[in-house]
């Protein structure tokens, strides 16, 4: 079935250093990809997302590209902040089997001051 | 404020205690969910409802029983738990359920449970 690996945390940063999480993933079809973050103490929320190849998407200055050929989808941030501290998912949907999304384990990023 | 409102947000129960976890949605979306998170696991999902009939039960041992009584509301009954069910309880919700490109959950802040 599909599935989604994302790299073993926890990440440990100082402000304004560069963030790379890498996540991959298994699945038929085209699927959509999506990362989202869980701040201390609250819900998931979504944070980016791409519906097709090559496709970047980007918000509050993380970007992620789709990647067919790698199936790749890594979350990059040019310059981390004490509150981008969170937890982060990468997670996938299927449109072409009809499925609710799959998630990965999460990482868990700590950026300090 | 993601509009999704979980309680409580946290619960200490024995193995032979019933108990329940509350979900309320004022988003006027049509599916909600049930996940479990736990340290080092990928969220797992639990059930979902869609227009209040349960579409999907991930087989969930039956000490967990959900019930959707109407689209904003919905509930997790728990009984006989054992302590590896401790964990994080996430509620989430949805315009429509299952729309591929366009899906987009929004969560609640969680219940996180411990079992003695």
């Known amino acids: 079935g599909d599935s989604v690996t994302q790299m073993e945390g926890p990440v440990t940063l100082s402000e304004e250093a560069f963030l790379t999480i890498n996540c991959t993933y298994t699945a038929t079809g085209y699927p959509s990809l999506f990362w989202y973050v869980q701040y201390p103490g609250e819900g998931l929320q979504l944070l980016l997302k791409?519906?097709?190849?090559?496709d970047k998407g980007s918000n509050k200055g993380f970007e992620a590209t789709y990647r067919k050929e790698t199936t790749s989808f890594h979350l990059e941030k040019g310059s981390v902040q004490v509150s981008d501290s969170a937890v982060y998912f990468c997670a996938l949907t299927n449109p072409t089997g009809n499925t609710p999304l799959v998630f990965g384990k999460g990482t868990r990023l700590s950026v300090i001051a | 404020e993601t509009g999704v409102t979980q309680t409580p947000r946290h619960l200490v129960m024995g193995m032979t205690n019933k108990k329940s976890l509350k979900c309320e949605q004022h988003?006027?979306?049509?599916?909600m969910y049930w996940y479990k998170q736990s340290a080092k696991k990928p969220l797992e999902l639990m059930f979902v409802y869609s227009l209040e009939e349960r579409v999907e039960n991930n087989s969930v041992p039956s000490r967990f029983s959900p019930e959707c009584p109407n689209s904003s509301h919905l509930f997790l009954h728990l009984h006989t738990l054992q302590p590896e069910d401790s964990a994080l309880y996430l509620c989430?919700?949805?315009?429509?359920?299952?729309?591929?490109?366009?899906?987009?959950?929004?969560f609640g802040s969680g219940t996180q449970l411990s079992v003695l």
């Open positions: 791409a519906t097709k190849a090559d």
């Open positions: 988003l006027g979306h049509n599916a």
């Open positions: 989430a919700s949805s315009p429509d359920n299952y729309r591929g490109a366009d899906e987009k959950l929004f």
